[in-house]
């Protein structure tokens, strides 16, 4: 690594990455000693907004993996305490993993001196396709029974992320990921939507389907941001079309008010960026009318997702616990979240 690059000042802070990187490995016979060249490239598996996903080959242990590389510049302030923070909270998730959130099996890193580029590639367990993919595939109305069975693990992958601090944000179709034993895995935390350079893939646009209104009007967020994804994927799974599907960032809160009304009184976002008369006052769509096959129970935990409130939106622990799925929560103390602003994502 070129000290050159990050300059003299920030040394302590790339020996301090440099050394969480290296204890980012877990298990394995000789993890501290594997580097890319142990993997063998194979097929691309996804193209996200922010990098692209391979099938690889460990060589040493004979097992495929699937490797997101995420591209950061490497400024002359040198490495931000932020980057640095996101990794240790990865690094927290090697160490503790639960069967609905993918496993990370190592961070490795390399650093491209000639075009100040820091290069990370997460080496992740493998799944074999996204939500968005399964959908399309299986027959178009689906049993509650199977529904529950997806719903019911997404929620218990979320309260573990939750448990730990970590609020997703970025919730979709796409970043959900399923076995062909229909285990779901929620995938796609972390670095990628803070760090990578966006320019790289333009072609490819954030979605902003699955976003909380509290987050588009840049109003505090907490983790029930999360639950407002899993309210729009759940009409997903049951309708197989978007529920909010805004063509663009000005007309997706359109889309919202559209069909849930425009927010009044203390529904409207606190400190939002837009004022409230700047949208016309829709009265909404009756939602019991507009999705198909949920029964009462699957209907009222559908609606509890999409309150307008963070407050009153159903948070992830109480959601476990809701008639509609009677799960037990993860064995993990709950932690308050702290409250959020928009420019935190
Ligand atoms: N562990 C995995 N196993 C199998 N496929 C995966 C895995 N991880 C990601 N993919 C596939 O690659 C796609 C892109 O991955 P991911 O969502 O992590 O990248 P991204 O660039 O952050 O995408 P975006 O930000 O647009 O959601 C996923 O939608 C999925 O189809
Ligand atoms: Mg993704």
């Not at 309150?307 to 622990?317: E, F, K, V």
Request: aromatic residues 8%.
């Amino acid at each position: 690594m070129s000290e050159n690059l990050y300059g003299e000042e920030n040394r302590g802070e790339m020996v301090r990455l440099q050394k969480m990187m290296k204890n980012m490995n877990c298990g394995g016979p000789r993890p501290a000693a594997l580097t890319l060249k142990d993997f063998k490239v194979g097929e691309a598996l996804g193209k996200g907004a922010y990098g692209h996903v391979y099938r690889v080959r460990n060589m040493q242990d004979g097992k495929d993996y699937a490797l997101k590389q995420i591209v950061m510049s490497a400024s002359r302030d040198g490495v931000p305490q932020s980057v640095i923070r996101e990794i240790a909270v990865m690094k927290r998730l090697t160490r503790q993993t639960h069967p609905n959130v993918v496993s990370l099996r190592t961070v490795l890193h390399t650093v491209d001196t000639s075009r100040n580029i820091i290069k990370i590639a997460m080496i992740m367990e493998i799944c074999d396709w996204d939500l968005h993919t399964f959908l399309q595939n299986v027959p178009k109305v689906i049993p509650e029974k199977q529904a529950k069975h997806l719903i019911g693990q997404m929620m218990k992958g979320l309260d573990f992320l939750h448990s730990h601090a970590i609020i997703h944000r970025d919730l979709k179709p796409q970043n959900i990921l399923v076995n062909r034993d229909q285990t779901v895995k929620l995938a796609d935390f972390g670095l990628s939507k803070k760090y990578t350079n966006t320019s790289a893939f333009t072609t490819c646009v954030v979605t902003l389907w699955y976003r909380a209104p509290e987050v588009l009007l840049q109003s505090y967020y907490n983790s029930t941001v999360d639950m407002w994804s899993i309210g729009c994927i759940i009409y997903e799974i049951y309708n197989r079309v978007p529920l909010f599907p805004g063509p663009d960032e000005a007309q997706q809160l359109h889309e919202i008010f559209k069909k849930l009304g425009t927010p009044i009184g203390t529904d409207w976002p606190k400190q939002s960026v837009l004022a409230k008369d700047t949208f016309p006052h829709y009265t909404g769509i009756s939602l019991t009318s507009d999705v198909t096959g949920m029964s009462p129970t699957a209907l009222d935990f559908f609606k509890r997702c999409l309150i307008y409130d963070p407050a009153r939106r159903m948070g992830s622990r109480a959601a476990l616990g809701h008639e509609f799925l009677k799960l037990k929560p993860v064995s993990v103390k709950p932690r308050v979240l702290r409250q959020l602003r928009f420019n935190n994502l």
